[in-house]
């Protein structure tokens, strides 16, 4: 079991003020060694925090004297002080197995831990949920939880999970919902696997069984080139358009029987199948809009000024791994180790830093293909006729992949060594995490400077007026 180890300070906080500084390892809180964030989190809400601190293998202890509920004012180096909670399924459709040889160790990790799921928004399967599991989020409130439903149907869901668990691990959803947790669940469609007359038994199911989920979202599998042979594959348009139908279809259903429309199909179901995407009323808030469910007409909205608030999105699947704060996604980000901007030639580089370069050449936005498909057409409509769209091909991952939350910088090399060199190129940072991509080079390594904007309209509209 590793320790809290101290990454940032906020300098004016209780922390620094006690005197803990960067490095330091938390060996307890008032007595408690903490297992993970969120008891981390309830030992530091109390006024007075006794931390035993190990300093380069010097031990002593602080005592620090704030306000009921304050925070440390600090940043620790991970979400989870003991193991993670692995996943011992073997979906033939995990994205894990279909990444190349050669990245970094913690992106091959594949995790069914319902805390995670809690912190980042990662879909669990809970065939390894347990009683004190369930305990702990009742207990603690832990909600809302995402969970990875694929079919309702026992034998088909413990067949795609390739775990007999898979039959029997649904109860948890069931207890979890009576219970009155938050949950959103997923299904993955594999083309004749769990798509067609299974899509709608699962829809059905949810429907007989599951009514109280808060949203569940269609997406379509992805196939990388490295995926490993077997049966799956990407979509074609035709099944793409199939998808769509009977997902409107059960929306009125569900519409009829709850009020709500409760099932959503993934924005590149209507890039697939060439249809335009729905209004904003449609997706009932953006709910789901981390799980790629209304992000085009989200960011469309923001762009436009019809929506003031950006919503912004987790910076990828492997947000949790090493890119995200260790309270969670959702936490209110205060600038406590965040990257400085850089400054001389390499400003513009530093990593999740929305600045403006000024520069004199024409202005490009570098996206994935499906993000060019919807950032063309707006630029266009509105008036930025100025601005080119560089769409990056995803040949790192190759197959169907080709959302912009898995650019790498290979590709983005590539794209870039064909530009002018004084031209002025966006990118938005839902591809960066800690400053890297995800074959592990940075934005100083690529052959132009480039500016990082925040992946929200709001953000892409301001640096664009910034010219």
Same mark, same amino acid.
């Given at each position: ?26 060996? $307890? ?31 002593? $202890? ?42 970094? $160790? $913690? ?26 599991? @369930? ?163 989200? @960011? ?96 790192? @991952? ?70």
């Amino acid at each position: 079991m590793a320790r809290p180890r101290v990454v940032a300070l906020e300098p004016s906080g209780p922390a620094a003020l006690a005197g803990l500084a960067v490095g330091d390892e938390l060996i $307890s809180l008032n007595g408690v060694a903490p297992r993970d964030v969120l008891e981390y989190r309830t030992l530091v809400d109390e006024p007075l925090v006794e931390v035993e601190v190990d300093r380069g293998g010097l031990h002593f $202890s602080v005592e620090i004297d704030k306000v009921a509920g304050a925070p440390l004012g600090l940043e620790v180096h991970s979400a989870l002080f003991d193991q993670v909670r692995t996943c011992d399924n073997h979906c033939e459709f995990c994205f894990i197995y279909q990444l190349p040889a050669g990245m970094r $160790s $913690s992106l091959y990790l594949k995790d069914d831990d319902y805390r995670l799921s809690f912190l980042y928004g990662n879909f669990t399967t809970l065939t390894r949920f347990t009683e004190a599991d @369930f305990e702990r989020v009742i207990s603690e409130g832990l909600s809302p939880l995402f969970v990875s439903i694929h079919a309702t149907d026992g034998d088909l869901r413990a067949e795609m999970l390739r775990n007999r668990r898979g039959a029997t691990s649904l109860r948890w959803l069931r207890l979890l919902l009576a219970a009155g947790v938050a949950v959103y669940g997923q299904v993955v469609v594999c083309p004749e696997v769990n798509d067609g007359l299974w899509l709608e038994d699962t829809f059905c199911g949810v429907l007989e069984s599951y009514s109280e989920l808060r949203g569940l979202c269609v997406v379509p599998l992805g196939v990388s080139r490295h995926a490993p042979a077997g049966r799956l594959r990407p979509h074609t348009a035709a099944e793409a358009e199939a998808v769509l139908d009977a997902t409107d279809a059960w929306q009125r259903t569900f519409r009829s029987a709850l009020g709500r429309r409760m099932v959503f199909a993934a924005d590149e179901y209507y890039l697939l199948a060439g249809r335009e995407m729905p209004p904003a009323e449609h997706y009932e808030g953006f709910d789901m809009h981390e799980d790629g469910v209304g992000i085009a007409r989200n @960011f469309l909205e923001e762009f436009t000024g019809r929506s003031t608030e950006p919503t912004g999105v987790q910076p990828g699947f492997f947000a949790w791994v090493e890119g995200a704060p260790a309270a969670g996604y959702r936490a209110p980000r205060t600038g406590c180790g965040a990257p400085a901007a850089a400054t001389g030639p390499d400003r513009g580089r530093a990593a999740g830093t929305a600045v403006s370069l000024r520069r004199r050449g024409a202005t490009a936005v570098l996206t994935g293909e499906m993000g060019a498909a919807v950032l063309g057409p707006m630029l266009e409509a509105a008036g930025y006729d100025d601005v080119r769209v560089l769409t990056v091909e995803n040949r790192f @991952f190759g197959g169907n992949i080709g959302v912009s939350g898995l650019m790498v910088g290979a590709d983005l090399a590539r794209v870039l060594a064909a530009e002018p060199p004084d031209g002025r190129y966006l990118l938005p940072d839902v591809c960066l995490s800690n400053g890297r991509f995800l074959d592990g080079l940075t934005t100083a390594d690529l052959p132009r400077a480039v500016e990082v904007v925040e992946t929200d309209g709001i953000a892409l509209r301001r640096a664009l007026d910034a010219r």
